[in-house]
Every structure is written in structure tokens, then in C-alpha cells.
């Protein structure tokens, strides 16, 4: 079979190679992790908040003064751009009577102004204007110190187009986090994520997919193209099974690759390449999940990320976003091509709707423990449970109900 070379930093596995026949022993997710709402808290509390997970895309929150409120995991969060550019995230709730600071994304100008009493606060979350607060016409009182009632900030980051957060402000920095994964892109690639990337704007720049399933399941259907000649024979026929490879990039991403990945597919001119990518890898294409609720897909000429946004245990929002090595790629000149790779990857992620579903229905049945991994082809799906597990384990909570396999 074809196979790509190994890249620095990772496990590339072989398929029809490097078999583990004790991962078919292994123990997976239970059903609560996917069906228990108590669980799915606990799982934001104690595994998602002591890592580096999605919120949103840079774009979101394009100019200086934009703010753009997210739910995430039944937390009310903002994210908002400060007058120096810098990303800021912060707990959505206004410092007076608990009102729900900002309900809808938009232009907030200098300062975020509470719908309720008209409390004011900076777009570095600074309390600035506290009107009336001592009877009509008095703004200020003694003993009250705007200083000491900013909003709650929650630690963020932005890379890949991506604003990340870091919900209990103890991770290493994202940079450090991801340097597994940026340093194998920057071999494949020569990618500088901080830096090269154009997010696409137009009607072909984003699509959402809503799945009535737990979001693990998503992670858990990218990480394998075991169903692909199955679920995608459309796909099958210009990426087939037998071209890809197993990726497990630790501690934090698995997935697969494959080495056909046709640029030209359709007639179409392939939008302004990655300047730095390998020459020789021009057909290589990665599809990884970035644990816990990230998608990410790499080809020579566009990016694309895929967010999961939990919102219930069983319900999840997807959010895929294009990006390109340079604006020229968003020009009327590759419009075909932009318009094509929209609908080809709209189709295939379409198509996985009904099997993640499948598996949520699953898991309301008694008769499933979890269910089995294969040797081969599930090797990242197992990764990504062992990941799961080590951290709910670790966490330790008093109070909390171990999650037992
Ligand atoms: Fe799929």
C-alpha cells in the first residue's frame, strides 16, 4: 500500500503494519460519558477545563471593540476584541445583578455597557462606569472600587484561526500545548499558524452541521477512515481506505492522512499553495482530531477546522471554517474552486451525520458496554479514549462518581 514517510513528532502507523491486538481488550468510554448530564458537566469541570479547548474562530470577533457572546458547555462566556487587537474571553455576566452582559455579537465600540442597569466595562473587562450607583446623577460611592469588580476573564489564546480557552487558567501556554502538532506542520508544511493564515469570509467560507449526538462521538468518527469505502464512496474513489494512514500525535491529536489527495479534482485550479509545503507531499492531506472538541483537516492549498460546540450532552452544533495561505485565494479568481471544495466537503460531512447519530441511539441500550476497538483501524479512536479516561481518572474530585469502563 501507498504510505506517506514518517514525519518528525509523531506516530505514523501503518495500517497493515503495526497492528495492536491489545487494544481489543482496552477499556472504552461507557455510556454515561455520552448520555449522563451530571457526567457531561463533570467532563467540562475536570477533564475540558484543564486543557486548551475551541471557542470560537478569530473571525468572530474581526476588529478592535467586537464582541461575540458563546454558550459553551452551559457556561454564558464573551469573547471580545480589545483595542489593541488581543483576544479577551470573559465570563458573560455583568458584575451588578448577574444579568447576561451581551446577547448578541456585534460592534461594542470602547466599552461593553450592561442592558440592565447601564454598568460599563472596557474591552479588557475593566469596570468603567457605574451610573446612578450612588441615587440619580451619582456615579460613584465611597467603598465601592471600580477596580476590584472587573469581569471574570477566562484565559484565552488564538492560533489556527482559533480562539482557545483554558477554563481553569493552570495549562502550559497554547504554544507549548500544540508544539507536537505545529512542529510536525511546519515539516509538512513550512506553516507558521500564528501568522499565515487567511480565514474565508464568503458564503463559501463556513458551514454548521447540527448532530443530536455527544460531541465525542464526532471526534471519535474523525479519527478513523475505517467507514470511509461505506459512508463516503464518493470520497472513497479519490482518497480511498488503502492510501491513508493511522496519525497519533501525543499526547494531545490523533487521526489519519492519506498521500492521494487530488488538488486539481474536478478541472478545478488549486487555490495559492502553502509557500512552505513539501514539494514532494503535494497529494498528502492529515485530518486530525485535536482533543477535546477540535477538527482539523491540511491540504496543500486550504485549511479547514471544525469546532464542536456542545450544547447538551446529546446535541452538538459542528462549525467548520476555511481558511487559505493568502487572501488571494478568497479573490473572484478561485471562486470555482472555493464554491467546490465547499460543496465536495459539505457532502462528506453531511454523510456522517446519520452513523455519529447512530451511535448516540446506541448508547440508550443496555446491551452495549462500550463496545470493542478494532486492532488496526481504530487505533486513534483508542488513543483518544485513553486520553479521555487517564484525565476523568486522574481528576479525582471528591464527590465525583469515577467514571468506570
Ligand atoms: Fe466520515
Redesign the pocket.
Known amino acids: 500500500m501507498a504510505r506517506s514517510d514518517t514525519l518528525a513528532s509523531t506516530t505514523d502507523i501503518s495500517p497493515h503494519e503495526s497492528a495492536d491486538p491489545s487494544v481489543l481488550r482496552s477499556a472504552a468510554l461507557p455510556h454515561q460519558a455520552y448520555t449522563d448530564d451530571n457526567e457531561w458537566r463533570r467532563e467540562r469541570d475536570e477533564v475540558i477545563a484543564e486543557t486548551w479547548a475551541g471557542l470560537g474562530f478569530s473571525i468572530d470577533i474581526p476588529t478592535a471593540g467586537y464582541v461575540c457572546p458563546v454558550t459553551f458547555m452551559g457556561l454564558p462566556l464573551l469573547m471580545a476584541r480589545d483595542q489593541a487587537g488581543r483576544a479577551r474571553v470573559f465570563h458573560n455576566v455583568c458584575r451588578h445583578r448577574g444579568m447576561q452582559l451581551v446577547a448578541e455579537p456585534g460592534e461594542a465600540g470602547l466599552m461593553i455597557r450592561c442592558a440592565y442597569h447601564k454598568w460599563g466595562y472596557d474591552l479588557t473587562g475593566q469596570l468603567k462606569t457605574t451610573p446612578n450607583i450612588g441615587g440619580m446623577g451619582v456615579h460613584q460611592v465611597d467603598h465601592f472600587d471600580c477596580a476590584h469588580h472587573a469581569l471574570t476573564s477566562v484565559l484565552c489564546e488564538e492560533l489556527m484561526g482559533i480562539v482557545f480557552i483554558n477554563l481553569s487558567g493552570e495549562a502550559p501556554t497554547l504554544s507549548e500545548h500544540l508544539a507536537p502538532l505545529l512542529s510536525r506542520w511546519r515539516d509538512l508544511a513550512g506553516i507558521h499558524f500564528d501568522r499565515e493564515l487567511t480565514a474565508d469570509s464568503s458564503a463559501f467560507g463556513a458551514m454548521e452541521i447540527a448532530l443530536r449526538s455527544n460531541y465525542k462521538l464526532a471526534v471519535e468518527?474523525?479519527c478513523e477512515a475505517y467507514?470511509?469505502p461505506f459512508?463516503?464512496p464518493d470520497l472513497n474513489t479519490y482518497s480511498p481506505l488503502d492510501s491513508h494512514y493511522n496519525l497519533i500525535v501525543e499526547p494531545l491529536a490523533s487521526g489519519q492522512g492519506t498521500c492521494v489527495y487530488d488538488l486539481t479534482r474536478g478541472g478545478n485550479q488549486p487555490l495559492p499553495q502553502f509557500s512552505g509545503w513539501d514539494t514532494d507531499r503535494l497529494k498528502t492531506a492529515e485530518y486530525l482530531s485535536l482533543y477535546p472538541n477540535i477538527l482539523l483537516g491540511i491540504q496543500a492549498d486550504h485549511f479547514f477546522v471544525i469546532l464542536l460546540m456542545p450544547e447538551a450532552v446529546d446535541v452538538t452544533r459542528e462549525r467548520l471554517q476555511f481558511m487559505y495561505s493568502s487572501p488571494e485565494a478568497s479573490t473572484e479568481a478561485y471562486e470555482e474552486r472555493r464554491q467546490s471544495l465547499y460543496e465536495a466537503w459539505n457532502s462528506?460531512f453531511a454523510?456522517?451525520v446519520s452513523?455519529v447519530e447512530g451511535m448516540q441511539i446506541g448508547r440508550g441500550s443496555p446491551a452495549f458496554d462500550g463496545g470493542l476497538f478494532t486492532p488496526l483501524m481504530d487505533l486513534p479512536t483508542h488513543h483518544f479514549h485513553q486520553w479521555f479516561l487517564a484525565r476523568r481518572r486522574a481528576s479525582g474530585t471528591q464527590g465525583a462518581t469515577p467514571l468506570t469502563a
Request: net charge negative.
Open positions: 468518527n474523525y467507514h470511509l459512508v463516503h462528506v454523510e456522517d452513523v
